[in-house]
């Protein structure tokens, strides 16, 4: 397992070294920022000395190697746009989505999990159609039409929840329940599915023939041997939930990450971009990396080797 483990963040750390690349060459051809900040009658020679300032007008490699030396080391740079420090700015948006995301996934748990599980063991009933009502429209409602239906009506219409902001509990609610819908969905279908797939199983029919009441059949058994692929899903829509909730945080008003870097891209702020990206990506690894140990303790059959 430490083998595995020490391989996987050896390969994240590639990962993140080409995709460091990518970003900063991808963030540059979206234009010259100085053209967003300094005002119109802005002559040549005050452009060209905005450059020097902000270290523009040095070679490309010269400011990728300057950038990736002071990343190790958590430096971002500073904001164009904000002037401040983009390893403040980070700190100060990541906490709100990963708290954003952990309600969101939290719904999506408690909502999915009976549910693909009552749909599967009443295959074929109007519960197992209910629920399939629920992933089609789930997965082909478009997010930021959901976030715009209820900021109309139950924040604005009815005026039962804050529309935007962060200001206590209530402020979730909506946020959270546009960014599970979709999640909702798919893990659903997904756990629906691999549990027809493990109640029809032999140790689940032997079980059965045990005496093993239904509900421990069903809720400890089967369920168990069903995660492997809810996990993975999960994690994964948990990471995304965190890194591209820009439509959902934009609507809301919410100082996440996601909102950062629609700020950082409409503004071509370069090292919010750059961070923004990295941050994200480096989340994506971690939990990528998490639920691959998690997979050996809920199946004890795997195990890996070199």
Not at 56 to 65: C, G, I, K
Not at 75 to 97: H, Q, Y
């Amino acid at each position: 397992m430490l083998r595995f483990v020490l391989s996987r963040l050896v390969q994240s750390l590639v990962a993140l070294a080409i995709l460091s690349v990518v970003v900063f060459v991808l963030a540059r051809t979206t234009g010259d920022p100085l053209h967003l900040i300094l005002p119109m009658s802005a002559t040549e020679e005050d452009y060209a000395h905005a450059r020097r300032y902000l270290g523009l007008d040095r070679p490309y490699v010269e400011q990728y190697l300057s950038f990736a030396g002071k990343a190790i080391t958590g430096d971002f740079g500073t904001s164009i746009r904000a002037r401040r420090p983009v390893s403040e700015l980070i700190r100060e948006r990541l906490p709100n989505s990963l708290r954003l995301a952990t309600f969101a996934m939290g719904v999506t748990i408690l909502v999915a999990f009976p549910l693909g599980v009552l749909a599967a063991v009443n295959k074929g009933t109007a519960i197992d159609r209910a629920a399939q009502v629920v992933a089609v429209l789930g997965q082909s409602l478009p997010t930021f039409w959901v976030a715009i239906v209820l900021v109309e009506f139950v924040a604005g219409r009815l005026q039962w929840l804050p529309a935007g902001g962060v200001d206590g509990f209530s402020s979730y609610v909506l946020p959270g329940l546009t960014l599970g819908w979709f999640v909702v969905a798919g893990l659903m279908r997904l756990l629906r599915s691999g549990m027809l797939e493990v109640l029809d199983s032999e140790y689940v029919k032997l079980a059965r023939v045990k005496g093993v009441i239904e509900p421990r059949v069903v809720w400890v058994h089967a369920l168990k041997n069903a995660l492997i692929p809810v996990v993975t899903f999960a994690a994964i829509y948990f990471s995304i939930l965190v890194t591209t909730a820009i439509v959902v945080e934009t609507v809301f008003a919410w100082p996440g990450l996601g909102r950062l870097a629609y700020e950082g891209i409409s503004s071509r702020d370069f090292p919010v971009i750059q961070a923004v990206v990295l941050t994200t990506a480096a989340l994506v690894a971690v939990v990528n990396l998490s639920v691959d140990c998690l997979y050996a303790l809920i199946d004890p059959r795997i195990r890996y080797v070199r």
